[in-house]
């Protein structure tokens, strides 16, 4: 028996991965009352300029779920980030025209 015990790297692997990922969602899970299905478009708490590069008109929210017809125009004027269908837990929910960066 040359070959080291597979079995017991499997079980490494698997308890990285299962405590990493576990440490990671159980810090970032938002409470389930901000997780509503049609969470209406709020600029509130919108950021005054971007983190990266320190623009301030070049910030947009990124906008998710399906989008209707309002959505597509503000997409289109640029004043929206289509993010698509699924939102995540620690999906962007900024985005920055002027060096691309989400957050
Ligand atoms: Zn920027």
């Given at each position: 028996m040359r070959r080291p015990s597979l079995s017991l790297v499997m079980g490494v692997a698997v308890l990285a991965l299962f405590t990493?990922?576990?440490g990671r969602t159980d810090s970032r899970t938002p409470p389930a009352s901000t997780?509503?299905?049609s969470r209406p478009m709020?600029?509130?708490d919108k950021p005054?300029?971007?983190p990266a590069c320190g623009s301030k008109?070049?910030?947009i929210p990124i906008g998710y779920g399906m989008p209707g017809k309002e959505m597509m125009d503000r997409?289109?004027?640029g004043e929206i980030l289509l993010g698509?269908?699924?939102v995540e837990p620690n999906s962007p929910r900024w985005h920055c025209?002027?060096?691309k960066k989400s957050w």
């Open positions: 990493s990922g576990w997780k509503t299905e709020d600029a509130s005054s300029a971007c008109e070049s910030v997409a289109e004027r698509g269908c699924v025209k002027s060096c």
